[in-house]
């Protein structure tokens, strides 16, 4: 729990533990769930997306594998939240960096749809980056390109506008 004067209160170990030890993944929170998105876990490198409904006393209920596992398996990436979508952003699967951004539909039972492949990518390709959302942006701050330390800061727009009826710039039809 978060107190008022910012500090935490104490630290609970949660009874669902993930299905796998993990680290180099990325978590989000959306609409009552949490999401940990690729990594390296002790089964090896992860595209897998599990998720857990977050409860009110701050624990979290059972982890479920999600059926639509990200493209590649990926770790040392990012991974943002906007407009009901969940974006995965560049990292690395030990062969090569990725200039790639990812997303899907976040669906109101926790669950991901399919993934898809953004049009736009990262140059130079990267790994080791954060991410954030603010004011309608997603924002790609620094990072690791191919071994070169980065301090380039990417920007784009999330808005998305219709162009035909339901169909909009993404290619996608409206919830």
């Known amino acids: 729990k978060l107190n008022n004067d910012g500090s935490t209160g104490t630290l609970t170990s949660n ?3 993930l299905p796998h030890t993990s680290f180099s993944h990325t ?3 959306a609409n009552g769930y949490v999401y940990v998105i690729g990594g390296v876990s002790d089964i090896g490198f992860e595209s897998r997306v599990y998720y857990a409904k977050l409860n009110s006393d701050g624990s979290t209920g059972a982890w479920t594998s999600n059926i639509y596992t990200v493209p590649v398996q990926v770790y040392g ?9 969940v974006y995965v952003i560049g990292g690395t699967n030990g062969g090569g960096y990725f200039s790639t951004i990812y997303y899907a539909k976040l669906n109101s039972n926790g669950s991901t749809g399919a993934w898809a492949t953004n049009t736009s990518f990262l140059n130079p390709r990267l790994m080791n980056h ?3 959302v603010a004011n309608g942006y997603l924002y790609n701050l620094g990072g690791d390109g191919n071994g070169s330390y980065q301090s380039i800061v990417y920007y784009a727009s999330l808005a998305r506008t219709s ?3 339901d169909l909009d710039l993404l290619g996608l039809t409206s919830a």
Do not use: F, L
């Open 130 to 132: 954060t991410s954030v």
């Open 163 to 165: 162009i035909s009826g």
């Open 77 to 85: 990436h990012t991974s943002v939240v906007a407009n009901g979508y």
């Open 27 to 29: 978590s989000v929170v």
């Open 15 to 17: 009874i669902y533990t």
